[in-house]
């Protein structure tokens, strides 16, 4: 039998000097993040940079000591991620590169896909009332709402975070969706933009 | 009737970040010390 080591394990490890666990750490958590990377950027190579990036900074928060969300590390690591995804987004956003030969109308160029102020507000109201009907679901609930959504996990990763059983995730989730549709109908909300 | 196979290089999947990497930051964690002085914490890179 295979026994696995806790990622909260390994990081104490690391913590205390042994490298191999941070190895372990990169190998084991490698795939998902790449490809969670992957799927915002589109691009291999900014994949790699991002990858890159976001250890470096696992890395010097641990050695730090700063690091204080023990048993949580996958979803800590993929914050990371996509804050230097956004980062990276924010810095390029306004200066769109054209590599293609064949000819363009340059009006495309000049193109903002960002949402007016009406939209924003809109936005941010549908963003506010969500979190609020969110907060009123049952603690377990929202947990596994929390990570599935915000954190991008996959319900094995929700169980074994919890400590529940992918179907005891499944059922949570399910039961969060139906009691959330029941709060948009109780509070009349459109949640539409 | 004779088959002509192209080679797609598009077909290559992205699973996971390529061994240099790795390495890179194996190597980057083994020669970072974060060194203490007057409540202060400094990065020290031994490479």
């Known amino acids: 039998m295979v026994v696995q080591i ?21 190998n084991r958590h ?12 589109g691009d291999r190579e900014l994949t790699e940079d991002i990858f890159q990036d976001t250890f470096m900074k696992v890395i010097r928060t641990l050695k730090k000591g700063a690091y204080n969300e023990e048993g949580k590390f996958l979803p800590w690591v993929m914050r ?26 340059i009006f495309s160029l ?9 939209k924003q507000l809109i936005k941010e109201q549908i963003d506010s009332d969500l979190l609020k009907m969110i907060k009123e679901l049952p603690e377990d609930q929202q947990e596994v709402l929390e990570m599935r959504i915000y954190k991008d996990m996959s319900f094995k990763e929700i169980s074994d975070n919890t400590g ?3 179907n005891t995730a499944l059922g949570r989730m399910r ?11 109780a509070n009349s909300i459109v949640l539409t933009n | 009737m004779e088959n002509i196979y192209t080679e797609d290089n598009n077909k290559t999947v992205l699973v996971k970040a390529k ?19 007057n409540g202060l914490q400094f990065e020290s890179n031994l490479n």
Do not use: C, W
Not at chain 1, 6 to 24: F, N, P, W
Not at chain 1, 175 to 185: D, F, Q, S, T
Not at chain 2, 20 to 31: A, D, M, P, V
């Open chain 1, 6 to 26: 806790e990622d909260s394990q390994l990081v104490k490890q690391y913590i205390q000097g042994d490298e191999r666990a941070i190895e372990a750490l990169i």
């Open chain 1, 30 to 41: 490698n795939s998902r993040l790449t490809g969670f990377i992957y799927s915002k950027v």
């Open chain 1, 80 to 105: 990371i991620a996509h804050n230097l995804v956004i980062d990276h987004f924010r810095k390029h956003n306004r200066m769109p590169m054209y590599n293609s030969k064949e000819s363009y109308n």
């Open chain 1, 110 to 118: 000049l193109g903002d896909d960002k949402l007016n102020a009406e």
């Open chain 1, 164 to 166: 529940v059983s992918i």
């Open chain 1, 175 to 185: 039961y969060a969706l139906i009691n959330l549709r029941k709060l948009v109908e």
């Open chain 2, 19 to 37: 061994p240099e990497t790795i390495q890179f930051l194996l190597s980057y964690s083994k020669s970072l010390e974060i060194i203490e002085s």
